[in-house]
Every structure is written in structure tokens, then in C-alpha cells.
């Protein structure tokens, strides 16, 4: 496994370095602006990082600046995620800002310092990421939902030759069954005309599904939808809008070229992948967002018995309203005011 450590601190760099051994011999960088000469170096020999741990705050580039030129650098190179490499954030600094910040520049996950080997592995676990150097990345699979034995055979052929995984149906109710299953593919290639359930209504169904997921409340960005290229001798405008009106993202037409055929699959694995990245950036987030619950803005308290104005124009105690708002809990004590004026009998000990 090819490793890069990004730190300007040399004893922490010295650490991790110690750390990660059992997983690969790690480079150095001291800065961001040397850690994204050396990612453009091995993209350019065709030797990309698998792993990089990225400090927050260096000087000449800090790393939030470092990890959006490092995805940059890889989309240009045409490699996309699960390809990318996996990227560590390192930093003191837990606030939630810089937290949500790397997210969203796409960083993969991170670690607070000062960091600890069992946290350290338990991330590395996270990732799929094993001590032999392995990524525990698991090969494409795509469905082929083909009435004709001839055509099939073709297409399943070409794609285990690509190195895709490939799940062979006779019709769209076959079809609909496998994308029932926890584990169905991410992308497949529908004909049109078949017995039992046309390739139309399969696509139909997918897109119904995809509705209800997201009118029973499921979060934008994460639900499940595969890419769908439509097989068909329907060449007319009309059937191919229609196609991709009911909600197929792409179409072959039949005698169809090897050719084209790889070059429609590769744009579908890529958006595949992208839509990965994204679902697994947004899930982050809402995971972020669960956790933060702060108190902001101007409070409306009363001047006499100090409750709070919720946002619903109810007055609440003090302490019911922060630990509403906040992962506050409350312990009630009385203070030595209050007990000289409530409890004058009652004499505390210096």
C-alpha cells in the first residue's frame, strides 16, 4: 500500500509514521503545497496514494486547501471513488467547522490529536483498509436482463472481460426480483421487448420506488437508485425519449458495437461511483448534524422568573430549554444563597 503523511510537526509526523508501519512504509510531506506536488508525481507515474493522512493547519497550504487540489487532481486524472485514494484528516482541532468542512471537500474520515493506535486501526477498519495493504474494494456488479440467449451471452461475455460481476435474467419480472435483494447491482442493462415484464415498466418500477423512498422520509442523497442503459431495436426519437422520460439513463441500440458498449458502461460506473461519493458524503453529514445541537441567536428570557421563549412561544425553565438545545444534562444543587434563604436551619460544613 502506497502511503503519504502530510505534517509539519516532525515528532508527529515521526509517530504516525510508527503507526501506520504494520499497513505500508509511508512518504512525508511537510506542508499541503509539497503533499499536492506529490499526489500530481504519482498520478502522473501511474502510482496514486492509497492512503494519505492530511494535517489541518500548516503553513503555506493548510489541508482543507491540500484536499480539494488532491480530489481535484484525481477527478482530472479520470479516477473517481472507490479509486480514490482514502483520505485521513489530522487534527487538534475537533471544532465542528472544520469537522463539516472536511466532509464536504470530500475527506474520508478523521482523527483528533493526539492520535492513539486503536483509534487509529478502528478508522483503518472503517475504511475496509487491512494490514496487509489490501482495500477492501469488491468488483462492480451489473445486471442483464435479456430475453434473447444469443445477445446475453454476448453482453455477459464482454463485461466479465471488462471485469465486472454479472447477474443474468430472461425478463423484467426476473429483473425486478434482483433488485429486491440487499445486495443488487448498481447498473443494468435492460432490454425493451421481453416476455413477462418489458424493460419500460422495470424502469418505471425503479423510478415509483425511488418516489415512495423519498416521500416515507428518506434523506435526499442516499436513496438507492440504479443506473439503467436500455437494450433495444426501437431506433425512432420517440421510443428513445420515452425510455429516457420513464427514467433509464442511457440506451444502446441493437446490433449494438463492443465498443459502445464498454464506452456506455464506463460513463454509467462513473456516475455510479460519484453517486456513492455523494451518498457517503451526505449520510456523513446528517451523522455530523445529529451530533451538534447548539444554542444560537438572541434569547427572549424573562426579567423576573428567567424562562426562556421556545421557537413554539412556550416559556420554559432554564434548564428544560438547554438541554433541548444542547447535549447539556442537567444536575440540580442549591447554591449558598439560596441556602442561607431556603434552608436558614441548616448549617454546611466550610
Known amino acids: 500500500m502506497k502511503i503519504l503523511i502530510v505534517e509539519d510537526d516532525s515528532t508527529s509526523s515521526f509517530i504516525l509514521g510508527k503507526l501506520v508501519m504494520d499497513y505500508g512504509a509511508p512518504h512525508f510531506a511537510f506542508n499541503g503545497k509539497e503533499a499536492v506536488d506529490a499526489v500530481h508525481v504519482a498520478l502522473a507515474m501511474k502510482e496514486p496514494y492509497d492512503l494519505i493522512f492530511l494535517d489541518i493547519m500548516m503553513p503555506v497550504m493548510n489541508g482543507q486547501t491540500a484536499l480539494k487540489k488532491i480530489r481535484a487532481a484525481e477527478e482530472a486524472s479520470g479516477i473517481a ?17 472544520n469537522i463539516k468542512n472536511a466532509f464536504l471537500n470530500q475527506c474520508d474520515t478523521y482523527l483528533v490529536k493526539p492520535i492513539v493506535k486503536a483509534k487509529l486501526h478502528e478508522e483503518l477498519q472503517k475504511l475496509e483498509i487491512s ?10 456488479r451489473i445486471l442483464i436482463s435479456e430475453d434473447d440467449i444469443t445477445t446475453r451471452n454476448m453482453l455477459a461475455a464482454g463485461l466479465k472481460k471488462w471485469d465486472y460481476e454479472v447477474v ?36 418505471r418500477r425503479v423510478q415509483a420506488r425511488q418516489a415512495q423512498q423519498l416521500k416515507d422520509g428518506a434523506q435526499q442523497g442516499t436513496v438507492y437508485k440504479p443506473y439503467i442503459i436500455m437494450l433495444t431495436i426501437k431506433g425512432e426519437k420517440k421510443d428513445i425519449i420515452a425510455g429516457l422520460g420513464a427514467g433509464a439513463d442511457d440506451y444502446l441500440t441493437k446490433p449494438f458495437d463492443p465498443g459502445e458498449l464498454w464506452a456506455r458502461v464506463e460513463v454509467g460506473r462513473r456516475m455510479v461511483v460519484m453517486q456513492e461519493r455523494l451518498a457517503s458524503q451526505v449520510q456523513k453529514l446528517y451523522k455530523a448534524f445529529d451530533h451538534i445541537k447548539t444554542l444560537q441567536g438572541i434569547l427572549p428570557i424573562c426579567s423576573f422568573c428567567k424562562k426562556i421563549r421556545n421557537d413554539d412561544g412556550y416559556w420554559s425553565q432554564v434548564e428544560e430549554y438547554v438541554s433541548s438545545h444542547s447535549e447539556a ?21 466550610p
Not at 471513488?81 to 467547522?97: E, F, Q, Y
Not at 494490514?131 to 462492480?140: F, H, I, L, P, V
Not at 444536575?331 to 448549617?347: A, L, R
Open 81 to 97: 471513488s472507490p479509486d480514490c485514494a482514502k483520505i485521513v484528516m489530522t487534527t487538534a482541532l475537533s471544532d465542528t467547522g
Open 329 to 349: 444534562a442537567f444536575s440540580h444543587s442549591v447554591c449558598p444563597d439560596c441556602m442561607d434563604k431556603h434552608y436558614p436551619d441548616i448549617e454546611i460544613d
Open 168 to 203: 443474468e435474467t430472461k425478463n423484467g419480472a426476473e429483473a425486478w426480483d434482483v433488485m429486491q435483494q440487499p445486495d443488487a447491482p448498481q447498473l443494468a442493462i435492460i432490454d425493451w421487448l421481453m416476455p413477462v415484464m418489458d424493460g419500460l415498466e422495470f424502469v
Open 131 to 140: 494490514k496487509s495493504g489490501e482495500k477492501g474494494n469488491k468488483r462492480m
